[in-house]
T-cell receptor
Framework: GAGVSQSPSNKVTEKGKDVELRCDPISGHTALYWYRQSLGQGLEFLIY????????KSGLPSDRFSAERTGGSVSTLTIQRTQQEDSAVYLC?????????????FGPGTRLTVL | KQEVTQIPAALSVPEGENLVLNCSFTDSAIYNLQWFRQDPGKGLTSLLLIQSSQREQTSGRLNASLDKSSGRSTLYIAASQPGDSATYLCAGVSDSWGKLQFGAGTQVVVTP
């Protein structure tokens, strides 16, 4: 079956612009995660969805970052007024929702470059 | 807060040698420990997941162990091949949401 997909694969934007990153999880997966991978910080957690709710937003770095999930499926991560430090690869993962047993399946990522 | 450390940061071995990758974590109350592989410019591929009640998991040439008391996991790759060249990441789940805390990774090069 289809894996996790993300779009766009690459995004170049100018400082101050807003961007939207999309994630399509594996069908039937109730849990969805966003992570960010940058050279200086490694891989860090951003936000977790269970269904359409986000019980853990603790990793969002500032109020410029927001995310939503609709229909228990597609998720969009929005970054407003982008800054150069937002440049990173944004990864999405999904799982069946059992924390102790479930493997997270990752998408290929969106590489964001802020000029 | 769970902190995950991987040593060494980089490793180069000749083809055929066994690989030993180390991961340590600070919080022994983990739900599971996962190993991933990342190829340049690509996402993460899951290799093995060890539940907190397990001591090891095996898949083909890969074997991962988990020792919660010492806060360590080790990934063994037998008879390494050039195709094993990649970055290997370990990550622990310490909350019921399943959030992964990642180590910085070990970059592996297997030379023919």
């Amino acid at each position: 079956g289809a894996g996790v997909s993300q779009s766009p694969s690459n995004k170049v934007t100018e400082k101050g612009k807003d961007v939207e990153l999309r994630c399509d999880p594996i069908s039937g997966h109730t849990a969805l995660y966003w992570y960010r991978q940058s050279l200086g910080q490694g891989l860090e957690f951003l936000i977790y969805f269970q269904g359409n709710s986000a019980p853990d937003k603790s990793g969002l770095p500032s109020d410029r970052f927001s995310a939503e999930r609709t229909g228990g499926s597609v998720s969009t991560l929005t970054i407003q007024r982008t800054q150069q430090e937002d440049s990173a690869v944004y990864l999405c993962a999904s799982s069946s929702g059992q924390a102790d047993t479930d493997t997270q399946y990752f998408g290929p990522g969106t590489r964001l470059t802020v000029l | 807060k769970q902190e995950v450390t991987q040593i060494p940061a980089a490793l180069s071995v000749p083809e055929g040698e066994n690989l030993v990758l180390n991961c340590s974590f600070t919080d022994s109350a983990i739900y599971n420990l996962q190993w991933f592989r990342q190829d340049p410019g690509k996402g993460l591929t899951s290799l093995l997941l060890i539940q907190s009640s397990q001591r090891e998991q095996t898949s083909g040439r890969l074997n991962a162990s988990l020792d919660k008391s010492s806060g360590r996991s080790t990934l063994y790759i037998a008879a390494s091949q050039p195709g094993d060249s990649a970055t290997y990441l370990c990550a622990g789940v310490s909350d019921s949401w399943g959030k992964l805390q990642f180590g910085a990774g070990t970059q592996v090069v297997v030379t023919p």
